[in-house]
């Protein structure tokens, strides 16, 4: 089975700081794509940053980052100069490209980041 | 920024009642989704929708669940015998191939009673 497993729960962090969210994912398949998803109390999903697995660059959005690890099948958000509008839930996920499940979203549990000022 | 519409963003219905939630997906996407999270859980597929034919549905998506495009630009997801269990907020997604981040609705918060 393909899983994505974040390993906390919860976490805070001051304005201004920086945080990371760990994501691993659990998938035989070689080709995927991997999402960061962002739900804040409106309960909306929003897309943060997204990675080609067969891209060893990682993707980079203004003051968001991931450090992808393929081999690790690791998948972190660095989130920089933390903003209290980022407060939120974080949702790590990906699409396998192949096999079974192909295209379709599968999520991890998510992180509940609070920013506090 | 194109965006996909859901209504209505709250619901509440009697048990063993039919329900349907709307969804407009962005016009040069492809492929639409429904997605439900149960208060407090992850987010859970439930089906996928290309080429107006069902490409892929969950364990979830019983015979209770159906899926309808019934023009170009609107597509349901109904329940036909609502479920206290079914009680979650349901979200609609589209994208315009494969792989492609989705974009999502802003939920319809389905309340079963």
């Known amino acids: 089975a393909q899983t994505v497993t974040q390993s906390q729960p919860e976490m805070s962090v001051q304005e201004a700081e920086t945080v990371t969210l760990s994501c691993t994912y659990d998938t035989s398949e070689n080709n995927y794509y991997l999402f960061w998803y962002k739900q804040p109390p409106s309960r909306q999903m929003i897309l943060v940053i997204r990675q080609e697995a067969y891209k060893q660059q990682n993707a980079t959005e203004n003051r968001f980052s991931v450090n992808f690890q393929k081999a690790a099948k690791s998948f972190s958000l660095k989130i920089s100069d933390s903003q209290l509008g980022d407060t939120a839930m974080y949702f790590c996920a990906f699409i396998p490209l192949e096999g079974g499940s192909q295209g379709n979203l599968i999520f991890g549990k998510g992180t509940k980041l609070s920013v506090k000022p | 920024e194109p965006e996909v519409t859901q209504t209505p963003s709250h619901q509440v219905t009697q048990m063993g009642q039919e329900v349907i939630l709307r969804c407009v997906p962005i016009?040069?996407?492809?492929?639409f989704y429904w997605y439900r999270q149960i208060l407090g859980q992850k987010v859970e597929f439930l089906v996928s929708f290309y080429n107006n034919e069902i490409s892929e549905k969950s364990e979830i998506f019983d015979d209770q669940f159906s899926v309808e495009r019934p023009d170009g630009s609107n597509f349901t997801l109904k329940i036909r015998s609502t479920k206290l269990e079914d009680s979650a907020m349901y979200f609609c997604?589209?994208?315009?191939?494969?792989?492609?981040?989705?974009?999502f609705g802003s939920g319809t918060r389905l309340t079963v009673v």
């Open positions: 997604a589209s994208s315009r191939f494969q792989g492609d981040g989705y974009t």
């Open positions: 016009s040069n996407h492809l492929y």
